[in-house]
């Protein structure tokens, strides 16, 4: 069975500070890992993936995440914060049956103050 | 065009209605999806459609009866709900096998 933990309910930064968001999984075959946004009030957008290739891997809006098997994370980072970053964030890993079937972490809410 | 639509925004019904949540992508996306979202949880996937077939339902109660009457198109049919049915009902769609985009929802509420 697949899983993640998502360390941080709440992340706090300044704007233009580092974010680090953690995920660490457990899967029983090679995973496939994403990192979704929410914003307020609206759907989820995926901001990346790793599907086994380049183990950094880089997403929209400046994000990328960095797979590392011996420590089974895929952190997200952004080098510097903006307030429209400010959103809820899901680590998600794919299911055995094929990674239509994601299970998500229970997500990360990023806050950015000026 | 890389959106997903859903319609509608808000729907509030009763517990012996019928209702239907729609879905539209124009994006050519095979894959389309139909995921629940209580609020500060994650989603749940429902059901999965690949090649307009139902590839995936996740052990759903009947009372949801999902439709794909084309490529471009998803209905989710509601009917004798319960009140913990109340969620934001996401759509999403993709080209391969994990969802990309997903529309804003439909923020159902049952009475």
């Known amino acids: 069975a697949q899983s993640v933990t998502q360390l941080g309910s709440h992340v706090s930064v300044s704007e233009g500070a580092l974010v680090l968001l953690r995920c660490n999984y457990s899967?029983?075959?090679?995973?496939?890992l994403f990192w979704y946004v929410q914003y307020p009030n609206q759907g989820l957008q995926l901001l990346l993936k790793?599907?086994?290739?380049?183990?950094l891997v880089k997403g929209i809006n400046g994000f990328e995440a960095e797979f590392k098997k011996s420590e089974t994370s895929f952190h997200l980072t952004k080098p510097s914060a903006h307030m429209s970053d400010a959103a809820e964030y899901f680590c998600?890993?794919?299911?055995?049956?094929?990674?239509?079937?994601?299970?998500f972490g229970k997500g990360t809410m990023l806050l950015v103050s000026p | 065009d890389t959106e997903v639509t859903q319609t509608p925004k808000h729907l509030v019904m009763g517990m012996t209605n019928k209702k239907s949540l729609k879905c539209e992508q124009h994006?050519?996306?095979?894959?389309m999806y139909w995921y629940k979202q209580k609020a500060k949880k994650p989603p749940e996937l429902m059901f999965v459609?690949?090649?307009?077939?139902?590839?995936i339902n996740e052990s759903v109660p009947s009372r949801f009866s999902p439709e794909c009457p084309n490529s471009s198109l998803l209905n989710l049919h509601l009917h004798a709900l319960q009140p913990e049915d109340s969620a934001l009902y996401l759509c999403?769609?993709?080209?391969?096998?994990?969802?990309?985009?997903f529309g804003p929802g439909t923020r159902l509420t049952v009475l």
């Open positions: 790793y599907t086994s290739a380049a183990t």
């Open positions: 899967s029983s075959v090679p995973p496939y």
């Open positions: 999403a769609s993709s080209h391969d096998r994990a969802p990309q985009f």
């Open positions: 459609y690949s090649y307009e077939k139902l590839s």
């Open positions: 994006m050519g996306h095979r894959a």
């Open positions: 998600a890993v794919s299911g055995e049956s094929g990674y239509s079937t994601l299970t």
